[in-house]
């Protein structure tokens, strides 16, 4: 696998505009090249959502799994798609995130090792109650020291994410598993609101 694609701080996420089934996703490096492309597919009662290299998905970087059909505290991993080693796994915190958006991040072996974080309780009550126009940041910590940030432009059309690794200066989290967060964040969150 091209390891230096997933070697940056920035990246851009963005949503394919007006696809009516499913949902593809494009992760930009900083100098705006498709590092990723992430498809899913539409009208599946369990999440499985390909990561390629580009838009022809001739080479699948990583895969996502949800481990049940989609429920308030379901987990998904992540795998390697060359190694079919798994690299991790993310678990929305179930009920918690019904009003403020939370996921565990785990490890290989499905320790808890950290945890992503939806920005405020009034912005989260806002957007769930009010309106969805508001754009979220997600925050990620590694025990209790933070590795991203993820935050949306406003743009009621189409949507985009900057996600900002440079917090991780101790490269604690495996980029491979922050960007599959993001989109996994983008497909899951996304299609709430």
């Known amino acids: 696998m091209d390891n230096n694609r997933f070697s940056h701080n920035n990246y851009l996420l963005r949503k394919q505009f007006l696809k009516l089934f ?38 699948e970087l990583l895969r996502i799994k949800a481990r049940q059909i989609i429920d308030f505290s379901a987990a998904y991993d992540v795998f390697d798609s060359s190694s079919n080693d798994k690299i991790g796994s993310l678990k929305r915190r179930g009920l918690k995130s019904m009003l403020k958006d939370e996921w565990i991040i785990m490890d290989n072996w499905d320790k808890d090792i950290g945890v992503i974080q939806e920005d405020s309780w009034l912005l989260a009550l806002v957007r769930r109650f009010v309106t969805n126009l508001v754009p979220q940041t997600y925050n990620g910590y590694i025990g209790t020291r933070p590795v991203f940030r993820f935050k949306q432009h406003f743009n009621p059309f189409v949507q985009k994410m900057d996600l900002d690794f440079s917090l991780d200066s101790g490269n604690e989290l495996d980029r491979k598993l922050g960007i599959a967060a993001a989109v996994l964040l983008s497909a899951i969150e996304g299609r709430q609101r």
């Open 22 to 59: 499913g949902g593809s996703f494009r992760v930009y490096d900083p100098t705006g090249q498709i590092a990723v492309f992430a498809n899913m597919k539409a009208f599946k009662l369990r999440e499985d959502i390909g990561l390629y290299s580009d838009e022809t998905k001739s080479t």
